[in-house]
């Protein structure tokens, strides 16, 4: 038995919020965003649309670029830090927006770490059970929902969006995942959250004029552990699948900032030039970002079959992981 992705898709706002604009809201300027992160614009979402909107929309594309209707599907996984509600998750929402009637939907909470999380489970699934053939594996994020507009540290980093891959369990020997691994670490749950809105800390008027409702960060800590992991987890799957660097057509990290993209590449040796980046123009989309890419990186034609790409990710929790595909 293999795994193919058979599909990909994308969707991101029409709305652009460029730096300059960000100029006008907070104390920051273009030089210090650019130089800092490389992101010049993100995109974000109107106050009508929600994360299932975002995850519908990209959804339909991967459906069309796989050639199947929304009823080839049985099983939805949503990773997301933005869900719709509560519950219903976000994954059912999504469902019932596409018509994929004969799907078991669940979202999973890994935050940045969501698409690849989300692509372990799916896969894990997959494998283990006959009735799941098909998958639509989606990282979607109104990412702009927990941002504090006037705090300069994190409203210039993030945007919204949404990524799918559509695999399928196929009867070749040949697999699109050669390996993952992924990581967890529970014990630096403050150096990135949202406090509040959930049982530990419910949003009560007292705690919403405090500003829980907002992510938060220690944006250096969390820039030096996310290079460590993401180079670890890489570390291990290449050695796993006896793949070197120099075999890798892309590395696809969690487009966080392409300062920590660029310390990944080097420690693992390989080029920039094979680094894929385009979060100069979506920012950080959380658990969208890798499937944004890879979205782009299959739809502007710039990977051929068996070609490897290198998937890594890192955010809260702390939460990181790796995959190597053979597209
Ligand atoms: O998605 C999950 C994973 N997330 C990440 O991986 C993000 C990791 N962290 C980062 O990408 C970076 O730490 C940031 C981009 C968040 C911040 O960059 P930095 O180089 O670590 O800057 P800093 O926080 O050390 O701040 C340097 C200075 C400070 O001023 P002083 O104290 O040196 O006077 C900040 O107050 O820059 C100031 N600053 C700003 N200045 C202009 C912070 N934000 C801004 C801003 N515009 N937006």
Not at 138 to 144: R, V, Y
Not at 208 to 227: N, R, S
Request: net charge negative.
């Amino acid at each position: 038995m293999g795994i193919k992705i058979i599909g990909t898709g994308s969707y991101t706002p029409e709305r652009v919020l460029t730096n300059l604009d960000l100029e006008k809201m907070v104390d920051t300027n273009d030089e210090w965003i650019s130089t800092r992160t490389g992101i010049k614009e993100r995109r974000i979402a109107d106050e009508n649309t929600a994360t299932s909107d975002l995850a519908s929309r990209a959804c339909i594309e991967a459906l069309k670029s796989a050639n199947i209707t929304a009823e080839d599907i049985d099983l939805i996984i949503v990773g997301t830090a933005t869900a719709d509600k509560a519950f219903p998750s976000t994954a059912c929402l999504t469902q019932a927006k596409i018509g994929a009637k004969n799907a078991v939907c669940f979202d999973l909470s890994a935050a940045c770490s969501g698409f690849l999380y989300s692509l372990e489970v799916a896969e894990s699934m997959l494998a283990a059970k006959p009735q799941y053939k098909r998958a639509l594996v989606i990282g979607a994020e109104k990412f702009s929902s927990l941002v504090n507009w006037k705090d300069r540290n994190t409203c210039i980093l993030f945007g919204d969006g949404a990524g799918v891959v559509v695999i399928e369990k196929t009867d070749g020997e040949t697999s699109s995942i050669l390996a993952s691994h992924m990581g967890s670490n529970g014990d630096h749950e403050k150096l990135l959250q949202v406090p509040g809105g959930g049982t530990a800390l419910p949003i009560t008027k007292e705690n919403f004029d405090e500003g829980h409702q907002y992510v938060t960060m220690e944006g250096q800590e969390v820039f030096k552990k996310a290079v460590t992991a993401m180079v670890t987890s890489c570390k291990k799957v290449m050695e796993e699948s006896g793949i070197t660097a120099d075999q890798i057509k892309w590395l696809i990290p969690h487009q966080a900032n392409y300062r920590i993209l660029k310390a990944v590449a080097s420690r693992l040796k390989i080029s920039e030039d094979n680094v894929f980046m385009n979060l100069d123009k979506f920012g950080n989309t959380s658990a969208a970002s890798i499937g944004l890419a890879v979205d782009e990186m299959n739809k502007t034609g710039s990977v051929s079959e068996g070609d490897y790409v290198l998937l890594t990710a890192f955010g809260g929790g702390l939460t990181w992981g790796a995959t190597l595909l053979r597209w």
